[in-house]
């Protein structure tokens, strides 16, 4: 085998950018502590990796979604528990020994309860109330200007409250019955100042809608649902409160969403009737297609959007019913130019009581697939619509007028549903406490799993750095071999030795 | 005197062969660097004397010619190593220009962005009221239509340069084989004038070298001493002394094909399977267009489905969500992936809510996408993504051991070549010193032959 200059120096270079490249690959893996540095160092790494990482991505993300569900939890539990010494405190005025005097201040001690109740129920975290469902930024209480029947009548329909109290100053009304009958037969009489002196004149007949007027905007409202009509001598006591809200059911004013298409203006229909149902909804109307008002197809929800119905087809006049049940229709008007797809209108029915939220939960999501409710609806806590027991409130406002009208059998009746309600929040309070506990739990799994995900990427991922330098070591000694062999074999040849 | 003369014949034979022995040593020493170089040796035979009856002791000495040392297959096998090589060499040079583009070692990269975008949805659904979480939603999509915009735009770029690269090597190929025919012009018409035309055969052999580097071929040498030279489908590019020149034409997909000059009907893409030309084209037309159609995919399915739960679910002010990404453009594809201007402009657009009445139901389903398997119902889109680098990554460690092996074949054949045809300074000092050795014996053969003719003279004069 002849060997040339040529064959003797590409061989040497050879070796030497073959040195040079692995201790250049050694250097980087050295300067950046990582075993890759490009996918194609380890490409089957690579993907694991890239997936490991998004793993821990994600429990972090519950992780921090676990602790503010936690929270949220905690600061619930803790209002509730101050709930509940308010019911007790409460439970103590209706037991208590009842002299006439005692009992005003009784009342006005009930009164005082009823004012930090409210303040609790509406109680918020950051800017989102706590008992509100998922309309975090609407307050869900009110005072309630509660119509209360004494234990001593006969008539046992419903009442309501209804209209917008409008004086500056809390009042309380009376109301008895001088002559009984049917709706739009009885006669009543209206006192201001606790029964001492009735309105001037006759007795007013009762109009046929059980609606009557009491003054200042206030209305009370009779319906005749129970076994006995309105007899003479039924008294009921109505403590109307200074920015209190009346107890009717009530069905807001239509609404636009502010992007849409549509330039007019949608109203209530007069042939709406009263809201009948027992949960706050939010009712809407959607455009599927565009069109003039009569002719555009549309789809209606009770649910604020989550669920549709069939699409209406059917030429429509003026006026959509989005609540259909009998008697108690809920009817838009429509007026103005043509209507474009996605246009969107809703109407918010609020039933009876003082309740302005609803029963939605709040979730996050704490795991793949697994997720957490953190809230309590005041719906479910105070209330006793939906998956509420008792409407503590009520309960409340009745006690104290029982309590200023010395109605003993009404007293006794609101400390045995104040009993109830005691026993209903004691279960939400554990229930919160079973979730907080099942996040905790979670928390602990989440932080196994991170560790090992962090420990599975460094296995993948890390140099030992130990076994690097070594390596390292050697490379270097074996690049200076191959330089010092290099310039002794360039160096020699026969012409050094002719003459 | 006609013995003595022929001994001053075979004298100055001696002497002007050894001459040349000489001067052949020379020229292999001039040229031990010069690439491609063959070595050359004097081939020196006895002068047959049938011809002369008288001089039948007598056997003079020519130089029956100067010999090219070369190995004809081996030649053969570099040009066809050439190939290989250039072609694994384009190959390697684009996927490491590729693997830089992804590289997300160091973070930063799509998949990064993708689980912060899948972030910002959660924490918009824990408080859908919240203009910080809906402004930092905006922030981190944007960033990641950004990044998928950057990382495509950056492959479309590498596609335009290769299609430049190949003008441009279509361009040098064609001097190559303009040289080759000029070479060839030179070869017929030197043998025939018998002239040294050693160092023109090692210049085309050089030059087939360097023109299968680009593109693959196939050749032949004639019986006039010309090489033709034909592409891999068998159209000729040299015939005898005439070349053919190649030439580009852009096509429908605004590329380049490879086209006859002189024939622009006739396109020649699909012959060009190796060399260089061959590895840029099959860089440009399969692997850089099968990761752009991955990632038109992969942002595709994902506006697809986002854009889908986003339609179902009500923004602050009650409407039914719109677009949150603007829908694909047919020609752009992912290269112009944006957030669609409205949400932009008024974060509370944003439908993070199932019902009209502000809850984050739908931020949170659409932050669960993060799960779902989107991609052709078997891959979650991180999965997706995470198996594309690990692609190139194999692709690129592919390229790079090819690359290596490619070389190493060729170092082995270049070797074998070194051996057959290199310059060994320490062969030609010998061959100096012998040739030396023998011009100073002729020269003494015609002193004594000198000396012999004026003893003869010395005779004859009285």
Redesign the interface.
Known sequence: ???????KF??LN?ALSHAQKNYGRLAEKMA?Q?N?????????G???V??Y??VR??I??YR??IE?AGAWMEITNTKLESVQKIIAEAKETGLNDQSPGLRQVLAQTVGSLIEELLSLANSKH???YLFSG????TEPFRRTILPVAASANTFDGSLYTGGTYAAGSDKTFTVRIANGGALGAATYQVSEDGGTTWQPGPAGTVPADGTITLGDGLTLTFVDDGSNRLTAGDLFTVNAYRSGTTTAPQVGDP?A????TFAGTVTLDAATGTYAGDTNK?F?V?FVNGGAIGDADYRISA????TWSAVYSAPWGNTITVDGTAGHEIVLAFAGDDLAE?D?F?VRAYTSGNYAG?G?D????IG??N?ATYNVSGEEAFTDRGRGEVDLFAALETLKTALENGDKDLINRQVNRLTAAQDHIRQQIASVGARMSGLNISRENLQVLDEKMSGLISDREDVDLEAIIVEFQMRETALRASYVMAVEIGKK???DF?T | MGNISSIFNIAKEGLWVNQTGIATVGSNVANVNTPGYSRQRAVIGARSQYDVPESMVLTGTQVINIERLYDKYLEFQMVGQSDQLGYADERKKALDRIEAIFNESRGGGIHELLDRFWKAWEDLAANPAGQTERTALVYASQNLAAMFREYSGELYNLQQELNTGISRTVSRLNGYLADIADLNYKVIYGTAGQNNINDILDKRSELLKKVSDLIDINYVETSEGAVNVFLSNGIPLVEAVRSRDLAVQANARGVYDIILADDPTKNVTSAATGGRLGGMLEMRDHTIAGYLANLDDLAGNMIHEVNALHARGYDRYGNVGGNFFEPFNAIMGVRDMRVDATIAAEPNRIAASSTVNDDGENALAIGSLKDALIMGGTATAGDYYAVFLGNIGQAAADAERSLSHETSVMTQLQNQHEQVSGVSIDEEMMNLVKFQLGYNAAAKMVSVAEEMLVELLKMVER
């Not at chain 1, 969403?257 to 849409?260: C, D, L, Q, S």
């Not at chain 1, 649910?303 to 989550?306: E, H, K, L, Q």
């Not at chain 1, 709040?362 to 999501?365: A, H, K, T």
């Open positions: 085998m002849r060997i040339t200059e040529n064959l590409r061989m050879d950046s990582k890759i540095n490009r996918p194609s160092d380890d490409p089957g690579t993907t694991e890239l997936g990482r998004s991505e994600s972090g993300q921090r979604n503010n950051g800017d989102r998922t309309e975090t930024d609404r969403a502010a992007h849409n939010t809407v959607k649910d604020g959007g989550r996605n969107l809703y609803n939605d709040l979730s996050v999501r793949k697939g997720r040849s026969i012409l002719l």
